[in-house]
């Protein structure tokens, strides 16, 4: 198979095109069988956070260094001397890039692992997240989480939960998963933070259908997957967060018409969004879910800095 | 080629940009930074038109404006057409056509977006919608906006 990801940057998952996208899952399933420490000996990896993300950062870090590479970096944008002294992020970036063999960035404004990929100097930029736009290796573990536990991508009834609007992480997915045939969505928010229209319309363009739900429980016994978002306080005024609690909050005796196959998703951190008792039901899977971001995450800065693998 | 059916003064050699939405004209001036040029610029507003009723009209003495910068009038007054003059002879005649991707001269309406701030240029690209509106793509944020958010 043909690497096209090879010194490709990961901005956004709408570049990556299906057959792409399938590679890092493949990838992702061959390390998670058999880790391959010494892939990436010798590389040396620029882990940027000009925000603070922690989990995301352990993540990448993580998988940095089970592929044996070496990591600089800081994990801060406001304690570097890079932010005090108003250098701008396309200079800091020309300068990192002539250190090391890729660059991971999180950034607080949309478009800024664009622009860091415009002055890498062709060193490779891995998008950790910008702003509310995407997380591109987010929305890979989550593929890889759906691929491992429904053995497909096409023909499944998903249902996204919590703010739909500023989620950046189930528009990823549903455009990611807009790519494939026959899946269905079914989308449950309060009004003030349903999908956008630009995804709906993308979704009408493809042919796959969506429908807006009022509560999880009317259509659990339908769906495949239930992908769960934080619903913030700060996004509604109180009376409509007063509602959105009860109608948005997942407790396990909602589950009791699931089907067997499915499986309860969630980015993390949850606040109280999910139950704890969720926790001991056989449809909790977001902590294995998280623990798929090393593999994905392994995979696609793999693919990215070898081009044979296979 | 008679010059007065330029309906503008003659200018020996430049651009006419012509049919100009009125109220439009002013507008292109500082989008395209034609202001910017040490180059002589006359502008003739509210003008009698035949196909607008009214419209402005804007003369760059020798200036030749690119295909690029042409296709980009579109955006703003699909029905512009551009002269080319040369020894005061009309020597072509060109009708922009919608460009796919628009650079440099709008500004993302995205306040969190990366394009406002280190020196960049903004760059959006046209999509078309299923009711055959368009909208414009930040090629950055990736945010996707009606024409009029951008444009106005
Ligand atoms: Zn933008």
Redesign the pocket.
């Known amino acids: 198979m043909r690497n096209s990801l090879y010194k490709k940057n990961i901005i956004s998952i709408n570049d990556l095109q299906r057959n792409e996208l399938e590679l890092v899952l493949k990838k992702s399933a061959i390390l998670k069988k058999q880790p391959a420490p010494n892939l990436l000996k010798n590389k040396i990896i620029a882990s940027c956070f000009f925000e603070a993300s922690t989990r995301t950062r352990l993540s990448f870090e993580t998988a940095v260094y089970r592929l044996g590479a070496s990591i600089i970096g800081f994990s801060d944008g406001n304690n570097i001397s890079l932010g005090k002294k108003g250098e701008t992020l396309a200079d800091t970036i020309s300068v990192i890039s002539s250190y090391v063999d890729a660059i991971i960035i999180r950034h607080p404004q ?2 800024s692992a664009r622009l860091a990929a415009e002055f890498s100097n062709n060193i490779p930029v891995f998008n950790a997240g910008d702003g509310s736009n995407q997380h591109p290796t987010q929305t890979l573990l989550d593929l890889f989480t759906i691929q491992e536990t429904q053995n497909r991508l096409n023909d499944l009834n998903i249902a996204m939960v919590g703010d739909l609007k500023y989620g950046r992480t189930v528009h990823s997915l549903t455009q990611a998963l807009a790519k494939y045939k026959k899946n269905k969505f079914f989308f449950i928010s309060p009004d003030a933070l349903k999908m956008p229209n630009y995804i709906n319309d993308t979704l009408l363009e493809n042919g796959i259908s969506w429908i807006r739900c009022q509560n999880i429980e009317e259509i659990i016994s339908e769906i495949d997957i239930l992908y769960m978002t934080r619903v913030q306080k700060e996004r509604l005024d109180s009376t409509e967060y007063a509602n959105a609690k009860s109608k948005f909050i997942l407790h396990s005796k909602m589950l009791k018409n699931a089907r067997s196959n499915l499986k309860i998703l969630h980015p993390l951190p949850r606040i109280d969004e999910i139950d704890h008792d969720v926790d001991y039901t056989p449809y909790a899977w977001y902590f294995k879910q998280a623990a798929n971001g090393i593999y994905a995450r392994q995979a696609i800065l793999s693919l990215v800095l070898i081009e044979n693998h296979f | 080629m008679q010059i007065n059916k330029l309906q503008v003064e003659a200018i020996k050699c430049g651009s006419v940009i012509d049919h100009i939405p009125s109220q439009i004209g002013f507008k292109l001036l500082s989008l395209f930074r034609f202001t910017e040029t040490e180059k002589r610029i006359t502008i003739g507003l509210n003008l009698p038109s035949q196909k607008l009723g009214k419209k402005d009209i804007i003369k760059i003495e020798n200036t030749f404006l690119s295909a690029d910068q042409i296709n980009q009038l579109a955006i703003y007054s699909p029905c512009a057409t551009v002269n080319y003059i040369d020894q005061y002879n009309l020597v072509g005649k060109i009708f922009p056509t919608l460009p796919k991707k628009i650079d440099r001269i709008l500004i ?1 309406p ?1 306040s969190n ?1 990366i ?1 406002h701030n280190n020196c960049i240029t ?1 760059s959006f690209l046209f999509i078309k919608k299923l009711d055959n509106n368009m909208n414009l793509k ?1 090629q ?2 990736e ?1 996707e906006f009606s024409k009029n958010i951008v444009l106005s």
């Open positions: 949309e478009g | 993302c995205n977006c394009s903004s930040c950055y944020c945010k």
